[in-house]
């Protein structure tokens, strides 16, 4: 069976970093699109960033090039590194991951993504 758990969340404070990782187990086999998710309190969960098994990134606009999506293919782990982080950046960050081919980059869509993580806490204090 498919696990994906998250790590590295934690307190910080404005401008700070973290990083996040998000280790697969169950399967042998690199997953074809991988993802970072955030749910922020009181809002709905929307797409950070994306790769797929090719180390092809996808980001949302918001992120501004403070983030930096990566995976070691040979620990199946998929990291998130998270620079310059903001108040507005607190939120539960959540691992995904599909094997189902595709073309392009991997959407910041959450019906792309079949298995997900349990979340790991960010909180950004201003």
């Known amino acids: 069976q498919v696990q994906l758990v998250e790590s590295g969340g934690g307190s910080v404070q404005a401008g700070g970093s973290l990083r996040l990782s998000c280790a697969v187990s169950?399967?042998?086999?690199?997953?074809?699109?991988m993802g970072w998710f955030r749910q922020a309190p009181g809002k709905e969960r929307e797409g950070v960033a994306t790769?797929?098994?090719?180390?092809?990134?996808r980001y949302a606009d918001s992120m501004n090039g403070r983030f930096t999506i990566s995976q070691d293919n040979a620990k199946n782990t998929l990291y998130l590194q998270m620079t310059s982080l903001k108040p507005e950046d607190t939120g539960v960050y959540y691992c995904?991951?599909?094997?189902?081919?595709?073309?392009?980059?991997?959407?910041?869509?959450?019906?792309?993504?079949?298995?997900w993580g349990q979340g790991t806490q960010v909180t950004v204090s201003s």
């Open positions: 995904a991951a599909d094997w189902t081919l595709g073309t392009g980059s991997c959407p910041l869509i959450q019906a792309r993504f079949r298995y």
């Open positions: 169950g399967t042998t086999y690199v997953s074809y699109c």
């Open positions: 790769i797929d098994k090719y180390g092809k990134a």
